[in-house]
């Protein structure tokens, strides 16, 4: 692809995940970084120094005037999505958008259908999906080793200080299952389908946070399947497992299971075969994070490949207001007690 064909992209948001962002922009030839955006003028400064941007801006409105984009990719928090997410699709600007998408089910079906009216193409960036080790075990499922799944266990339990590096966790009246159990229940309905019903138990166990920083949830899916995701951010042991998904699946031919320190063991009609899943990651990332890391980038490699192509992303806007209805779907049913149907998508 020439200089002159590549895809013109400005980064939104230039704090503590979009180091990652930018990084991994750096390792993809097809896209070229035109512009960084902060509200803080000293990080759009940093950012526009450190990852080689021709500009830096504090204001998304006036960065969408100036210059000639493709799309933006989006890395503030959620509060802000809505009306960002607007202004790039007034521009006729394609958009990736961070998880979660917004705080409430009515901002996430607004922010989808701005992009829909404007046939702006939206994906949000939720990339445990795209973890190299997920997509072995998505592989594996998806050919078949273990016959139908039947049985899901998902398990990101951890005590990994979170707060030091993201002070506005501690803040959060909904925290766990908003911040990090969407990613894992997103994983889970890439693997084992859409959710039927859901219970949802929650706990907080740290006094000095706002939230609840335990979840436990147990799904029906639409084919019969049944999976519990559980989350915790209160988890002591040793060794410290952050960031890593410990999974088993349950299928009529067999079982694959995500073991700790990235072993994927895969029992297939009475045979056993396990290896090391944990991938060679680039050198800008950095143990433990480099498994998500590297998710950031192969979640950006798949929005170019979904563009060349002319295909929907996997985690397109109406995708991911099926995870979204999952975790409202969770809060209703620890506030309420009792089963709950997730909601439908927006068309
Ligand atoms: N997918 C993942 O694995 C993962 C991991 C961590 C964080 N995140 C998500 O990334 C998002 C950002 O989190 P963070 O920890 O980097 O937050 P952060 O507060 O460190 O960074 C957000 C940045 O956005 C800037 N900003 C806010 N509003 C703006 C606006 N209107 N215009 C321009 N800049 C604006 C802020 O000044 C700040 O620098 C969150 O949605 C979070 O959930 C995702």
Same mark, same amino acid.
């Given at each position: 692809m020439s200089t002159q064909q590549k895809l013109r992209l400005a980064v939104? !948001? %230039?704090?503590?995940?979009?180091?990652?962002?930018?990084?991994?922009?750096? /390792?993809? *030839?097809?896209v070229e970084l035109i512009a960084v955006c902060d509200r803080d003028p000293a990080r759009a400064e940093a950012a526009r120094q450190r990852f080689g941007a021709p500009a830096a801006y504090t204001d998304v409105e006036a960065m969408l005037r100036a210059e000639r984009l493709d799309f933006v990719d989006i890395a503030t928090?959620? /509060?802000? #999505?809505? $009306?960002?997410?607007?202004?790039?699709?007034? #521009?006729?600007? #394609?958009?990736?958008?961070?998880? *979660?998408? $917004? *705080?409430?089910?009515?901002? %996430?079906? $607004?922010i989808v259908e701005s992009c829909r009216a404007a046939n702006v193409r939206l994906m949000v960036h939720e990339n445990f999906r795209f973890q190299s080790p997920i997509l072995a075990v998505r592989k594996a499922v998806a050919e078949g080793r273990i016959g139908t799944p039947h049985f899901a266990q998902l398990s990101f339990r951890s005590g990994y200080d979170v707060y030091s590096g993201q002070p506005y966790l501690a803040t959060e009246k909904r925290f766990i299952l908003i911040d990090l159990g969407i990613h894992i229940l997103d994983v889970c309905r890439a693997i084992m389908g859409e959710a039927q019903t859901l219970y949802c138990l929650t706990q907080q166990v740290n006094p000095e946070i706002a939230g609840e920083d335990v979840a436990t949830?147990?799904?029906?899916?639409? !084919? !019969? !399947? =049944?999976?519990? =995701?559980?989350?915790?951010y209160s988890s002591r042991r040793l060794p410290e497992l952050f960031p890593q998904t410990i999974l088993r699946i349950e299928g009529s031919a067999g079982t694959i299971e995500l073991l700790e320190g990235y072993r994927l063991r895969v029992t297939s009609n009475g045979a056993v075969e396990e290896r090391d899943a944990e991938p060679v990651t680039p050198g800008w990332t950095e143990k433990p994070w480099h498994v998500v890391q590297e998710s950031v980038l192969n979640l950006q490699r798949h929005w170019i490949s979904a563009w060349m192509n002319g295909t929907d992303p996997e985690t397109s806007g109406v995708d991911n207001l099926r995870t979204y209805g999952l975790v409202m779907a969770a809060y209703a049913s620890a506030e309420r007690g009792g089963a709950v149907v997730p909601a439908a998508p927006v068309p």
């Amino acid at each position: 692809m020439s200089t002159q064909q590549k895809l013109r992209l400005a980064v939104i !948001g %230039c704090g503590f995940f979009a180091q990652n962002h930018l990084h991994a922009w750096s /390792e993809i *030839p097809e896209v070229e970084l035109i512009a960084v955006c902060d509200r803080d003028p000293a990080r759009a400064e940093a950012a526009r120094q450190r990852f080689g941007a021709p500009a830096a801006y504090t204001d998304v409105e006036a960065m969408l005037r100036a210059e000639r984009l493709d799309f933006v990719d989006i890395a503030t928090t959620m /509060e802000t #999505h809505r $009306a960002l997410v607007g202004l790039a699709a007034a #521009h006729g600007v #394609h958009v990736i958008v961070q998880k *979660p998408l $917004a *705080p409430s089910w009515e901002d %996430c079906a $607004a922010i989808v259908e701005s992009c829909r009216a404007a046939n702006v193409r939206l994906m949000v960036h939720e990339n445990f999906r795209f973890q190299s080790p997920i997509l072995a075990v998505r592989k594996a499922v998806a050919e078949g080793r273990i016959g139908t799944p039947h049985f899901a266990q998902l398990s990101f339990r951890s005590g990994y200080d979170v707060y030091s590096g993201q002070p506005y966790l501690a803040t959060e009246k909904r925290f766990i299952l908003i911040d990090l159990g969407i990613h894992i229940l997103d994983v889970c309905r890439a693997i084992m389908g859409e959710a039927q019903t859901l219970y949802c138990l929650t706990q907080q166990v740290n006094p000095e946070i706002a939230g609840e920083d335990v979840a436990t949830t147990l799904i029906r899916h639409a !084919g !019969g !399947g =049944v999976s519990i =995701v559980d989350c915790s951010y209160s988890s002591r042991r040793l060794p410290e497992l952050f960031p890593q998904t410990i999974l088993r699946i349950e299928g009529s031919a067999g079982t694959i299971e995500l073991l700790e320190g990235y072993r994927l063991r895969v029992t297939s009609n009475g045979a056993v075969e396990e290896r090391d899943a944990e991938p060679v990651t680039p050198g800008w990332t950095e143990k433990p994070w480099h498994v998500v890391q590297e998710s950031v980038l192969n979640l950006q490699r798949h929005w170019i490949s979904a563009w060349m192509n002319g295909t929907d992303p996997e985690t397109s806007g109406v995708d991911n207001l099926r995870t979204y209805g999952l975790v409202m779907a969770a809060y209703a049913s620890a506030e309420r007690g009792g089963a709950v149907v997730p909601a439908a998508p927006v068309p």
